[in-house]
Structures are given as structure tokens and as C-alpha cells.
């Protein structure tokens, strides 16, 4: 997000308060003079005060654990925290003088590669990245490398590809094709259909395609696409007009769940057409913010000259990232995780979630008042909406009213095509047992007659009802 200083001069030169008691010794030493908000303190402040300050600002930040918004990961062991704090001053970059950490980098790869079934994991190629944004920039750029290099008799350099998804994807995938001149391709939504069909998106599909992403659960309700009917509808279309194009399948958050619980389910390196995978080491790989993956089948789903051979302090260095700089403490917490848990831990974790999934999603439909679009069978996410008789209140009440208790439920409106539709949605992710469910339910039991007895829909913004955007 971009920031600006304050417009307002008198809130730019207000200074912070500081209270007696932060001073070590002496109550008054150093409190004479409390620091600006928007410049530079002129002189050094103590740790401990420096330290009180700034935790009691972050006192008025949502509980991290409540929040039902987000994916991402909001609880490790303690004993991972140990082991972050351990490497948070360790460049990822220098694998030179960190070669044990690079190493455990190398073994994640590989640990995924196998997990996601590669023809041959010691010919895939993969690397770790700051999230799925960098990691689905890093499988684009890869799509258009080959799409200009399979193309560079026909077109000249400036010609503008285009890359087909449908509407539900994340905001990464609409920022690459404006970052890097791709046109997107969007797949509406269309009834009950909230994602991509392969019938839809193979009618995009032309010359100029790059490839087609396939969602491995959408944001929206935590479907999974159908990569499987994506790639045959691709097979067919080879076989009719020659056009190979190749799937990248973006598993931010699936990628982590349908290995352990989807055991049946095809949709990885398994299938020919799938080029490249993402999923995000800080969501469903239950390590905190700060880590993705990105993977490619083979070498040759990578272009070689992709990858920048440095020569950083005295070793040559292979990377491919749209980073350099950046701790390795994340790559050492998946490690980790992948350690500690295994393919069992894992399964039993994903399994757990998706419980307290269904079983919320069970005793809210049994509410009445409720109508569910997505019951956690896929991601552990649920969706609903209102049913068609409550005409008292809407989702933004139902979210404002569970925001006031300290539960942040997110309420939005779906995209073009469905803009009729908004609804509440809850992410389950280890760590909200089923205790926290229970807490939960009752809370918003206890809210149900005080939304049905108003008169009409109070909520007048609803951008002050949730702080949720895509």
C-alpha cells in the first residue's frame, strides 16, 4: 500500500505522548520532550520507551488470531519462532557465507517437486519467494519468455500477448499483465459458476495466449477450479488448431491442502499441460508472513536466460526473483514445518481445519437465516450470503456487528456479472480450533435477533464495515 504524510499540518507536527512511567530509572528523564510522529526525533530515546511506545500503538490492531479475513498464517510453535529470531539477520542472498540455509532452500524444492508429483523432482526447478505475488510474477514472466521466444518470427518484440483466467483471480495476476504489457483475459462469472470454466476460457484462447491460469481455490469462496476439464479442453484445442498453450496453476492456498486431503484429485505436475505451480509457504504452509514458492516442471519450462548468474561476493549466484535482499528466517521456518510435521502432520493440521469448516458452515445454514455458497469441502472456507426473506439487515451488518465483538468476517460484493451477490466469508486455518468456532457461533447467535429486529439495513458504508478488500 502507498502512503502520504498527513495533509493536515496541525496532525503532522502533533508529537507522541509519552507517559512518566516509560523512563528506566529516573521517571522524568528523558519524557521532557515527546518525539514527533512525521520527522526524525532530534535526539536517541531509550529501548525501553522507544519499545512502549510503539507496542501500545499496535495494541489497536485487530487480534491476529480472530481475524477470519486472511489466509496467512497467525500461529507457529514456539519453538519456530526460536528459530527465526536465529536467522532474521541472515541475508537469503549470500549463499556463499549461508550455505546451510540455501541448502534447506534447495530441500524445500525439492520436498514440494516430489509432493506435486514432477516427472522427475531432481529435474524440476523452483525457488522460494516473498509470497504467491512474487512467485505467480515469476511464473508469468516465465509464460511470456516462451510465448516471445516461440513467436519471435512472427511478431515483433513490441507485440502484446495476452494471458486468459478467469475474473475470481487474485490482484497479483491482474498487476503482471499491467506490469509487464499482457492483456488480460478474464472468465466471468455466470450464475452459480463463481470461477473459471474450461469452455469459457478455451473461447479466449488464441495465438497470441501465453497460457491459462487455473486457480487452485479462489479467494472468493474457496472453490477449486477444475485444472483436470481445463487442461483436456486445452488438449482438444491443440488437437483441432495446433495452439499448445501451458496452465499455470496458482495453489496460494490449495496447493498446501489437496496433496494431504484431495489425495485423488489431479490437478499438479501430474497433467503434461501444467508448466508451473505457486502456492504460499505463509498460508496453508502454516509458516508466518513472508515466504512463497514457485516451481517449474522441468528446465525447459524455465528459459534460461530468466535466470541472472550474479557474482556476489565471490561465488556465482543463480537467482530468479524479483527481490534480492530479504531474510532467509522464513525459508528456515518451512524447513521446519515440513520437518516437524511430515506428510502425516500435515494431513491431520489441513483435516482439523477443514472440520471446523464444515462444521461451521452446518450450524450456520442450520441458523435460517443464512444461504451457503462454499461448505470448507475444498479450502477450509465457507461463504453465504443472506437468504432471500431477511430484508432487516445484510452481510455488512452481520460483519459490522461481529467486528464490534472483536471478529473480523469479512463481507464483499463479487465481481462483474455478479455484482448482485455480496456475502460473509470465513477462512479456517490451524490455530481456530474448534473452541474459537463455538465462541463464534455464539456470538453471533447472540447478535441474530437484535439484525432481525431492525427495520431495514443500517450499514451506510461499507467500506467502514469491513476492512476486506481483493
Known amino acids: 500500500m502507498l502512503h502520504h504524510p498527513p495533509e493536515d499540518a496541525r496532525e503532522r507536527d502533533k ?8 523512563g528506566e530509572a529516573d521517571p522524568l528523564d528523558g519524557m ?25 500503538e499496535l495494541m489497536l490492531d485487530g487480534n491476529a488470531r480472530l481475524n477470519l479475513a486472511t489466509f496467512v498464517t497467525t500461529w507457529m510453535e514456539p519453538q519456530a519462532g526460536v528459530l527465526m529470531s536465529e536467522c532474521l539477520d541472515k541475508n537469503m542472498i549470500d549463499k556463499d557465507e549461508y550455505p546451510r540455509t540455501a541448502e534447506l532452500e534447495r530441500r524445500c524444492v525439492a520436498m514440494l517437486a516430489d509432493l506435486w508429483h514432477a516427472p522427475d523432482a531432481r529435474d524440476a526447478m523452483g525457488c522460494s519467494t516473498t509470497g504467491s505475488s512474487e512467485a505467480c510474477m515469476l511464473a508469468g514472466m516465465a509464460l511470456k519468455r516462451r510465448w516471445t521466444r516461440k513467436n519471435k518470427d512472427r511478431y515483433p518484440g ?50 497470441n495466449t501465453i497460457g491459462v491460469v487455473g486457480i487452485l481455490g479462489s479467494t472468493f469462496d474457496g472453490s477449486y477450479e477444475p485444472i483436470a476439464d481445463l487442461c483436456a479442453a486445452l488438449d482438444a484445442l491443440q488437437e483441432r488448431t495446433g495452439l499448445d498453450i501451458p496452465v499455470h496453476v496458482d495453489g496460494a492456498s490449495g496447493g498446501m491442502i489437496a496433496p494431504f486431503l484431495d489425495l485423488d484429485l489431479v490437478w ?19 509458516v508466518y508472513p513472508g515466504v512463497g514458492w514457485a516451481l517449474w516442471r522441468d528446465k525447459a519450462a524455465l528459459p534460461e536466460e530468466l535466470v541472472f548468474r550474479v557474482n556476489y561476493l565471490g561465488g ?155
Open 316 to 470: 556465482e549466484l543463480p537467482t530468479f526473483a524479483l527481490n534480492f535482499s530479504r531474510p532467509g528466517a522464513q525459508v528456515v521456518a518451512q524447513y521446519y514445518t515440513f520437518l516437524r510435521l511430515g506428510f502425516e502432520g500435515y494431513r491431520a493440521v489441513q483435516q482439523s481445519s477443514r472440520d471446523v469448516a464444515r462444521g461451521l458452515a452446518e450450524r450456520i445454514e442450520a441458523m435460517g437465516d443464512f444461504r451457503m455458497l462454499t461448505r470448507g469441502g475444498e479450502l477450509p472456507v465457507l461463504a453465504f450470503t443472506t437468504t432471500p426473506d431477511v430484508t432487516a439487515y445484510d452481510v455488512f451488518d452481520v460483519s459490522r456487528r461481529l467486528r464490534e465483538r472483536g471478529w473480523l468476517v469479512p463481507a464483499y460484493t463479487f465481481p462483474k456479472n455478479r455484482e448482485d451477490l455480496s456475502v460473509l466469508r470465513i477462512v479456517c486455518r490451524n490455530g481456530f480450533s474448534s473452541d474459537l468456532a463455538d465462541l463464534l457461533l455464539g456470538d453471533l447467535e447472540d447478535l441474530l435477533p437484535q439484525l432481525r429486529a431492525q427495520p431495514h439495513p443500517v450499514t451506510h458504508s461499507r467500506e467502514r464495515a469491513t476492512a476486506f478488500h481483493h
Open 268 to 286: 499438479d505436475f501430474r497433467l503434461p499441460r501444467v508448466a508451473s505451480i505457486n502456492t504460499s509457504g505463509h498460508k496453508y504452509g502454516l
Open 15 to 22: 508529537p507522541l505522548a509519552v507517559n512518566p512511567f516509560f
Open 158 to 207: 513490441s507485440a502484446r500477448p495476452n494471458l486468459v483466467m478467469g475474473i475470481n483471480v487474485q490482484v497479483c495476476w491482474e498487476k503482471f499483465c499491467d506490469f509487464w504489457e499482457v492483456e488480460a483475459r478474464q472468465v466471468p462469472m455466470e450464475g452459480e459458476r463463481y470461477h473459471l470454466s474450461p469452455e469459457a476460457a478455451v473461447e479466449l484462447c488464441d495465438e
Open 32 to 56: 521532557r520532550e515527546a518525539p514527533p510522529r512525521h520527522r526524525l526525533p532530534r535526539e536517541p530515546m531509550a529501548p525501553h520507551p522507544a519499545y512502549q511506545l510503539v507496542h501500545d
